[in-house]
């Protein structure tokens, strides 16, 4: 038994660590003895993306030190021509992958020298995409030296999101929040892409991640035609701010973890 993913949910809002740092930490999912390769799959805020992006980089510097960017795997991915190539500034400025670096270099520093990572900017990806784009990944997924990071953020609830979503029922707007993300979070745990993207398309929640969960939902999938048994739990839940009024705004983290028997 191993753990593939660590589905950091909790990876990138306006308040960065010091709202998500808590819910992000899921460090000691990771055993360093074995990760050889670190796959960090991101949504793109900044520019169109109908693909999936690889950094023009063979560095990325952290506090900590250099995490090294795996030029063979790149290599493989890019001669599949699904793959376009971002910009140094776009790298520079999508947070979504750059967040989990210093946690990553954190986790994996008792064998600093002995992996790499594979960072891979996912864009606004149609349903077929998704499953073209978890086929692709999912032989990466089932090698146990390899660990998937998944970044997302979970409600952006208010007016400066334009998303207002509300059911009374639930009490105040934090509970039908949490309610809300709390459904999807089922959803996921269930490893059923279909159904991720049904509720998606019922309750519009504002999951900036939702293509990077999608491609992993369809790489695990994949994977389990081959009867490879997996399972998915949410390990912690938290929001930046209990929003009570329509003036209000937060947003939803969580993070979770793929085991893979």
Excluded at 192 to 218: A, E, Q, W
Aim: net charge negative; glycine share 6%.
């Amino acid at each position: 038994m191993s753990n593939r993913v660590v589905c950091r949910e909790a990876s990138h809002a306006g308040s960065w660590y010091s709202a998500s740092g808590n819910c992000q930490s899921t460090g000691r999912q990771v055993d360093p003895s074995v990760t050889r390769r670190v796959f960090i799959l991101g949504p793109s805020h900044h520019v169109p993306l109908s693909r999936c992006a690889l950094s023009p980089a063979e560095v990325y510097r952290t506090p900590l030190y250099d995490l090294r960017i795996d030029q063979k795997v790149y290599a493989d991915l890019w001669k599949t021509g699904m793959f376009e190539r971002m910009s140094l500034q776009t790298d520079e400025d999508e947070h979504s992958i750059e967040m989990h670096l210093p946690y990553t270099a954190k986790a994996m520093e008792s064998h600093k020298d002995e992996f790499s990572i594979v960072p891979v900017l996912v864009g606004a990806l149609s349903e077929s995409k998704e499953q073209e784009y978890g086929k692709l990944l999912s032989k990466y997924l089932a090698d146990p030296s390899n660990l998937f990071i998944i970044s997302s953020d979970f409600c952006h609830w208010g007016q400066r999101f334009r998303y207002t979503y509300y059911d009374e029922s639930q009490g105040e707007i934090y509970r039908s929040i949490e309610h809300l993300d709390k459904m999807g979070m089922g959803i996921i745990e269930q490893l059923d892409p279909m159904s991720f993207t049904n509720y998606l398309k019922k309750y519009h929640n504002t999951i900036c991640g939702r293509h990077p969960i999608g491609v992993l939902l369809n790489a695990v999938a994949e994977l389990r035609k081959t009867g490879l048994e997996m399972n998915f739990s949410f390990l912690n839940y938290a929001q930046s701010s209990e929003c009570r009024n329509w003036q209000d705004s937060s947003v939803s983290y969580a993070a979770g973890a793929l085991i893979v028997h």
